[in-house]
């Protein structure tokens, strides 16, 4: 860029005004008089008064241009560890308690999505993923192995259907998750107790013993904190792990103190008696649920056997994606017959497997979809058939009219004939 001058033989000596002494000042030319409905107000201060500023709104998170960096990680069980995030700029992190984020993790100079949830409450400078081992786990495993203090990673937005801001829910809430299905919810539980006193929260966490309870001691914190968050373990083993009571300050098997309420347990398997037993008030509660899709489907039918408005339940299931090895077997109904997969935006014409997946049909030959969840969950791999048809088992993030429309999610869906597929 540049700007053009006068040339300084061209300029004017300006003209000199005489000042004059006034009660204001040495050396200030005389005002004219303003009228009243023109003057500007006058600023006094004195001197060493501070000028506050008004306070600018902290950044806000934003996957597209900062990274995340580690800063710390802890084992919470013998098979799942907890991964704490900041920003690069020290921003922080706004989503909706419940949702999930994708991260980009590259191995081998390829890179992997994989959604997962978040575990840690809103509005805070740190997110925090709470991550499982999966056995022939691609990614988990690598993150657990390979991720140290100071790594960052590309993520993508954060995004989740089920969250407590959306679902509208009553001020009686009944958590319930099982495995690591609980790192939703305690996103959930957490933000509540934190912002909403009134709330009346129930939690019912399914694990195989004492020492396969994720977030035990975190929970057990939460219990000395609010008198209106109340915690139920079932275990199906509880081997050296007596019952705690509310109202007892010691455990009989290790006389461990506690200071306030504890960790209650009870051994079984989640059933309709079980429930009935320990919520009487059951349909006076919202149901947030996130488990394995077996232990959901119970819960859901307990639930629909009990009269429940089903209005009031949200549920939601992220199974843990496996390699792709594993992925290969997962399609149940693959035979030897041949389908011709199309994909013209990238110039793909391949013969596949009749029955095989299509997102895995779509990574081997080279189409860049996003398989974040690979549970038919996150919406990422969200994709349209315009010529043949799939067999779909989720629709989840799927409006009506995008299903008649022929959009479909890659990794819910198997090939049934020759299929045309577009992503956008």
């Given at each position: 860029m540049s700007s053009t001058k006068t040339p300084s033989s061209t300029l004017s000596p300006p003209v000199l005004k005489s000042l004059k002494l006034n009660s204001s000042g040495l050396g200030q030319a005389t005002p004219k008089p303003l009228s009243p409905k023109l003057a500007s107000p006058k600023l006094s201060f004195s001197l060493g008064e501070t000028i506050t500023k008004p306070s600018l709104k902290p950044a806000v998170w934003s996957p597209s241009t900062t990274p995340l960096v580690l800063v710390k990680r802890e084992s919470e069980t013998h098979d799942s560890m907890s991964f704490t995030f900041a920003a690069a700029d020290q921003a922080l992190f706004d989503f909706k308690p419940g949702q999930f984020v994708t991260l980009a993790v590259k191995i081998e100079n390829k890179t992997h999505y994989r959604a997962y949830?978040?575990?840690?409450?809103?509005?805070?400078?740190?997110?925090?993923?709470?991550i499982k081992r999966v056995p022939d786990g691609l990614v988990s495993n690598w993150?657990?192995?390979?991720?140290?203090?100071?790594?960052?990673?590309?993520?993508?937005n954060i995004a989740g259907q089920f969250n407590?801001?959306?679902?509208?829910?009553?001020?009686?809430?009944?958590?319930?998750?099982?495995?690591?299905?609980?790192?939703?919810?305690?996103?959930?539980?957490?933000?509540l107790l934190a912002h909403n006193s009134d709330a009346d929260i129930e939690f019912l966490h399914c694990a195989r013993d004492?020492?396969?309870?994720?977030?035990?001691?975190?929970?057990?914190?939460?219990?000395?904190?609010?008198?209106?968050?109340?915690?139920?373990l079932l275990l199906e083993n509880s081997d050296g792990f007596?019952?705690?009571?509310?109202?007892?300050?010691?455990?009989?098997?290790?006389?461990?103190?506690?200071?306030?309420?504890?960790?209650?347990?009870?051994?079984?398997?989640?059933?309709?008696?079980?429930?009935?037993?320990?919520?009487?008030?059951?349909?006076?509660?919202?149901?947030?649920?996130?488990?394995?899709?077996?232990?959901?489907?119970?819960?859901?039918?307990i639930a629909q056997e009990s009269d429940f408005d089903m209005a009031n339940f949200f549920q939601e299931s992220f199974t843990p994606a496996a390699d792709n090895k594993q992925q290969d077997q997962i399609s149940s109904g693959a035979t030897e017959t041949s389908v011709m997969l199309h994909v013209p935006d990238f110039a793909v014409e391949a013969e596949v497997i009749q029955g095989s997946l299509l997102l895995d049909a779509l990574e081997k030959h080279g189409v860049p979809v996003i398989g974040a969840c690979r549970a038919g969950v996150c919406g990422s791999c969200k994709c349209k058939v315009t010529k043949g048809s799939v067999t779909s088992?989720?629709?989840?993030?799927?409006t009506e009219e995008d299903v008649e429309q022929g959009f479909v999610l890659a990794c819910s869906s198997t090939l049934?004939?020759?299929?045309?597929?577009?992503l956008s």
């Open positions: 949830s978040i575990s840690s409450a809103p509005q805070q400078k740190q997110l925090r993923l709470t993150l657990a192995d390979n991720l140290s203090i100071g790594d960052s990673l590309s993520a993508l407590s801001s959306d679902c509208k829910h009553k001020s009686k809430l009944l958590l319930i998750s099982a495995g690591c299905g609980i790192t939703p919810v305690m996103s959930i539980a957490k933000t004492k020492d396969n309870v994720i977030f035990h001691d975190e929970m057990q914190t939460l219990l000395t904190q609010y008198s209106n968050f109340k915690v139920q007596a019952t705690f009571s509310a109202n007892n300050n010691t455990n009989e098997k290790t006389n461990e103190k506690t200071n306030s309420r504890a960790l209650s347990h009870q051994t079984g398997m989640v059933s309709a008696d079980v429930i009935r037993q320990l919520y009487p008030d059951l349909n006076q509660r919202t149901i947030f649920l996130c488990g394995p899709v077996g232990f959901m489907k119970a819960v859901e039918n088992t989720s629709t989840e993030t799927l049934k004939d020759d299929v045309t597929v577009a």
